[in-house]
Structures are given as structure tokens and as C-alpha cells.
């Protein structure tokens, strides 16, 4: 129900607001205004949008909880959507979500409502034989799963039989 009514609200305060600030400024710089909303949102999102992309990769390189980034980066392309869609309340709501604290405030209310049942982060190797960890095994690519098992060798001592595999 609260979708509906978003459909239906939104364009109405769209269009009240395009006759009261065409009314004020005119015609021409009200498209004016729109189309460089839309320019500058987008060089904005942009730039916000690299960063957020930097801190997701991050935060999964030091498997730490990436809700807050992922957050950080849906909330940024949301924006972007909607300063693309001409209109002036869908441009404040845009601007709203390119505002660090405002993302934060956001998903802190979020968080508030959405339970995360369970995250857990894994290199996909258990550590201790150099071998996939259970239930990770590396998919060669038709489906089939190969585990195998590797002997360190001291830098610069050379096997005693080739294989076949290696050059020496």
C-alpha cells in the first residue's frame, strides 16, 4: 500500500512543484535547473559511487561486515535514479542520499528494522593444509570439483623427479 501511494504522491508533487517554480522563474530556467541537476548528480554519483565501490572491496579483503558499505553504495545509486528523474523533490531526496550523514542516519533506521540473521566471512581455506576448507572445494570450471594436496619446497631445492608440469 505504501508503494501506491508513493506512485501515486510523487508525480503529484512533482507537478505542483513545476507549475509553482515555472511560475516563479519561467519556463526556460526551470528546464535549465532540471537538466543541470541531473548533470551534477551525476558527476556526484559518480564520484561517490567509486569511493563506496572502494570501501565494499575493502571491507570484504578484511572480512569485516560489508552491510555498511553495500548500504553506503545502494543508497548511492538510489540517489543517482533519482536525480536522473526530472523533478525537483526527487532531486532533494537525490542530494539527501549523497550526504554522508544522511546515508548514515538512513541506514542506522534501516538497520533498526531489518534483521540480519547470520554473516560470516571465509578466505574459502581452512588454514591448516593449504586445502579448501569443507564444503569449498575449487570448481575447475565444467562442474567438477579437484582437490589436491602441495609440498612447500625450500627456495632453491628443485624436485628430484620432473613431473612433466614444470620446467627446469
Known amino acids: 500500500m505504501w508503494l501506491l501511494l508513493a506512485f501515486i504522491a510523487v508525480p503529484m508533487i512533482e507537478i505542483a512543484l513545476f507549475i509553482k517554480v515555472g511560475g516563479l522563474i519561467g519556463l526556460g530556467w526551470t528546464l535549465a535547473v532540471v537538466l543541470l541537476t541531473a548533470v551534477l548528480g551525476t558527476y556526484l554519483v559518480k564520484m ?16 569485516s561486515d560489508p552491510s555498511g558499505p553495500l548500504a553506503d553504495g ?41 534483521k540480519v540473521q547470520n554473516f560470516s566471512a571465509s578466505t574459502g581455506f581452512d588454514g591448516r593444509h593449504g586445502r579448501p576448507g569443507p564444503d569449498r572445494g575449487r570448481d575447475a570450471g565444467d562442474g567438477e570439483v579437484i582437490d ?21
Open 48 to 63: 561517490q559511487g567509486r569511493q563506496a565501490l572502494a570501501n565494499i572491496q575493502r571491507s570484504f579483503s578484511e572480512l
Open 74 to 114: 545502494a543508497m548511492i545509486l538510489f540517489s543517482g535514479a533519482l536525480l536522473l528523474t526530472p523533478g525537483f523533490f526527487t532531486d532533494a531526496l537525490g542530494f539527501a542520499l549523497l550526504t554522508p550523514a544522511f546515508r548514515r542516519m538512513a541506514f542506522l533506521w534501516l538497520r533498526k528494522r531489518v
Open 148 to 168: 589436491g594436496d602441495f609440498q612447500e619446497l625450500e627456495p632453491g631445492k628443485r624436485p628430484t623427479h620432473p613431473s612433466g608440469w614444470t620446467r627446469h
